[in-house]
């Protein structure tokens, strides 16, 4: 189903001010790696850097850093304390253990790099303006140990506000004669007893190229976020409060203060609200509860998300709210999102112009601009599934060879026209499930994999085939939608079903 310009969102996701949660996700997103002036650091091999400030503040599992340091074996560590010492390479735990080497630490790539023969280069620096900075570590071209000939680059970005951690995986290639190849991309806490590692990417000997991924905390932030631009740069706006009510869905009562509710003295005018701080917490009293509601003024002229959409215009559904417009229901609102649509396409390569005139591109003239539609050629298959090489990049694809992306025709959807044979031998049931999911192959072709992607295009399992039924647990899933890739020996096809 196509979403359509009314949006929605749980607002548990939104965020600017709340409560610190550490439960981790990770989600795969488009291939963006930064390029642009860093600053080099000394490459002795497995060291820790010295000490380097953040230019902000950063929550890591529910507390703030303004210090790390950078580990030559691709990581990240927020354990100052280890500043100029020694770095370790070998592991065999997968993550999370607490006997794991490495702890609180953002783990890139970590493996056993040669940084001592001037080859490659490690080196960091900060892009963005406040308050929507990022802190990028990238490491070029690092030799494996044991292995000159292969190679190791990608990069660690950390964002400002939104507290989230993305890996670009640029070329990882493998060393399987030294530490068996070992290699881990994820997250680790301070015990070691929690953590998360990229699907496919824990402890183990593997190769990624042009691969990125998203660790982010569902739920983060649970008060009820209201930004809106600042149209004279003072920092103040006037809100409408009812924008607030609808979207909480009750009767409110709106306070500028505990104090003001205690006294029961709410705010006059709730549909003309100024602000007097940036930002400024009040408070709503309706429906059995009482909810806080952060209301924050933001430079507009600034693209937070560099996806060549004006900030102004990602208030999608035009309440003022930008807080609320969250396109692909990832917990990202549009303005910090630069896949809004959550397709696997950037948005700005997206957000453009049909021959130079002031409408946006829509290449199935359905009344959604390609940026916001998750299926940009109307053929029922969603654009990250149209990623017929697998690289995590529907862009490159292009099956008949006339220079148009497979995800802008309807007549190459593959899975879908060519293989209504096998889409209809092919059962999977019960649908919705909570527990288990059973794919029964009816046909006379065999199943060679099959593949389970959350929405946002997260491969979040993968099964060989081979048997006439193959039941697999979803029981660990959470709630919501995904989609089911099954690939024969002749053919692609994809289903949908619902977790409950």
Known sequence: MKQKYILFLAFSFLFIKGTAQSNYAVAAIPYQPFTGSLTSLPTNDDMNSGVIALPFNFDYYGVTYNQVVISTNGYIDFR??????????????????????????????????????????????????????????????????????????????????????????????????????????????????????????????????????????????????????????????????????????????????????????????????????????????????????????????????DDSVATDLEDANGDTNLANDDTDFDGMPNYVDNDDDGDMILTNLEYVFNNKVTTLADTDNDGIPNYLDNDDDGDGLLTFLEDYNHDGNPANDDTNGDGVADYLQTNVALGIQPNTAITSAIDIYPNPTSDVLNIKNNSNDTIGSIEIYSINGAKVKQHKGNESITTISVADLQTGVYFVKVTTNTSTSNYKFIKN
């Open 80 to 305: 100052t304390n280890l500043a100029n010492t020694y770095s370790p390479f070998a592991f065999s735990q997968t993550i999370p253990d607490a006997a794991f080497p490495v702890k609180n630490a953002i783990l890139g790539a970590y493996t056993d790099l040669n940084n001592y023969n001037g080859e490659g280069f490690v080196s960091y620096g900060v892009y963005g303006a406040a308050p929507y900075r990022k802190f990028v570590v990238y490491f070029y071209n690092n030799s494996l140990f044991a292995c000159t000939a292969s190679k190791s680059t990608f990069q660690m970005v950390l964002s400002e506000t939104t507290n989230i951690i993305d890996v670009q995986l640029v070329d990882k290639q493998a060393c399987a004669t030294w530490n068996s190849g070992r290699t881990v991309t994820g997250l680790i806490n301070l015990a070691g007893d929690a953590g998360i590692a990229a699907p496919g990417r824990n402890t183990g000997s593997w190769t990624a190229y042009h691969e990125a991924w998203r660790f982010y905390r569902p739920g983060y932030y649970t008060n009820y976020t209201f930004v809106r631009c600042d149209d004279d740069t003072d920092g103040l706006q006037v809100f409408d409060l009812s924008v607030a009510a609808n979207d909480l869905g009750g009767n409110f009562i709106f306070y500028a203060s505990l104090d003001d509710m205690q006294n029961n003295n709410p705010i006059a005018n709730p549909t003309a609200f100024m602000s007097t701080s940036n930002p400024q917490t009040i408070y709503a009293m309706g429906s059995g509860m009482v909810k806080p509601l952060s209301l924050s003024v933001i430079d507009c002229s600034i693209d937070a998300d």
